[in-house]
């Protein structure tokens, strides 16, 4: 064979049809709630008495349960962080959060009337949200918004992966921690929802990119509990991931998160 070999032998510049971009999962029935009955449920919880307030110390992780029913409130406390939520159903550890379904029957970011949903084969609502003081936030000039469900949780393999260095020390393992408490194990830590974590994909090149969360003091959200939940969450040792992972972030970039949780009476 004369002349160079098989590898871009013919090539010529190809162009491609443009096509219309079409919803793979447009609006189903069952992604869909009745805003009536959710803002409902989260008045009579707010009404009704509240069953558990905690907060979670910066760069840790800590657990709580709910019953259906249940309204949590997450809020930025003090300085501006985000938080690594982990749900798994109460009786069955089984059924946990599914990340990429949630992404595909809603969005790329969760606001208020999306639903977290759960794995494989089961496939339910796990959590509704209600309200969210940076909903109007939306999607800013860079494609960048709020809470995503994109994202994994930082953890220590990656980081070595960037760094070539060990360390002890991410959302990962703040939620292994946690859930070695209740007798679970690091296997049964999965993807996340990412709370007041600003992301986008760049417009360039697709690459995941984060910003300086816009949230601060007093910034919440609000979710009710469609099944009898576990939740796990961590404070990220990144704090309002402005610094990219593998570099060094300051202490004081980092926080505590708030949470309660609110239960409707039988009076209300």
């Known amino acids: ?85 982990n749900f798994w159903n109460l009786q069955n550890r089984n059924e946990r959060f599914y990340s990429g379904k949630t992404r595909q029957l809603h969005s790329t970011h969760l606001t208020v009337y999306d639903r977290l949903w759960s794995c494989l084969p089961y496939l339910r609502p796990m959590a509704t949200v209600v309200a969210d003081s940076l909903k109007k936030y939306g999607i800013d000039e860079d494609g960048a918004s709020i809470h995503d469900v994109i994202g994994t949780r930082c953890d220590d393999y990656t980081y070595k992966l960037i760094t070539g260095k060990d360390r002890s020390g991410s959302c990962h393992t703040y939620l292994t921690e946690a859930v070695k408490k209740l007798g679970m194990s690091e296997t049964d830590v999965h993807d996340v929802w990412n709370i007041f974590m600003c992301t986008g994909f760049s417009k360039d090149t697709h690459k995941y990119f984060v910003k300086a969360s816009p949230a601060v003091k007093g910034d919440y959200i609000e979710f009710i509990a469609d099944m009898d939940l576990l939740v796990a969450m961590s404070t990220c040792p990144q704090g309002d991931v402005s610094i990219p992972v593998g570099q060094e972030v300051p202490d004081d970039k980092c926080h505590p998160l708030g949470v309660e949780v609110f239960r409707a009476s039988d009076e209300n």
């Open 1 to 85: 064979m004369s002349g160079g070999g098989w590898c871009g032998r013919g090539d010529r510049p190809r162009t491609f049809p443009k096509r219309k971009p079409v919803i793979c999962y447009d609006s189903p029935a069952a992604a869909s709630v009745s805003h009536a009955l959710y803002d409902d449920l989260r008045h009579r919880a707010l009404l009704g008495e509240t069953i558990l307030k905690l907060e979670v110390p910066k760069k840790s992780a800590r657990t709580w349960e709910m019953k259906k029913g249940d309204l949590c409130r997450i809020t930025v406390t003090q300085g501006s962080q985000v938080g690594d939520v």
